[in-house]
């Protein structure tokens, strides 16, 4: 845990150092041109990544709500301990995707009308 606090402290006075060891080529960003292809658009953008977990929220909008939902989500990963489940995210017009990466299992499959609400979270959501 102490660990965990100096490294923080490290980042909060030197920002730059989070950039270089988190996001050394892990990402990728989107071409400006993405939305440029009708496939893109129709069958919708898929993303590698890592499945922490989905969680109820008590309003359907809201950034400080949806904050507080990433951050039992993260806190819930977190206290398992277990390694996280690499997942396909396919992000259409129809709604959201999930699928297992090893076993190709759907793990969720949300339509587009169940969906009230997207926000944009940045460091506002992570655990302190």
């Known amino acids: 845990m102490d660990a965990l606090k100096s490294a923080g402290r490290a980042i909060i006075r030197s920002p730059s150092i989070a950039k270089q060891s988190w ?21 919708g953008m898929v993303f590698q990544l890592k499945y922490l977990g989905v969680t109820m929220v008590e309003q359907p909008k809201g950034e400080e709500l949806s904050a507080a939902a990433v951050k039992r989500i993260v806190a819930t990963a977190k206290a398992s301990g277990k390694k996280l489940q690499k997942v396909t995210l396919t992000v259409s017009p129809r709604g959201i995707i999930l699928y297992d990466s090893a076993s190709n299992q759907l793990i969720e499959n949300i339509s587009i009308y169940r969906i009230s609400y997207c926000g944009q979270m940045h460091d506002n959501c992570l655990p302190t």
């Open 23 to 43: 996001g050394a080529g892990r990402h990728k960003k989107l071409p400006e041109n993405w939305t440029d292809t009708r496939e893109t658009l129709l069958e």
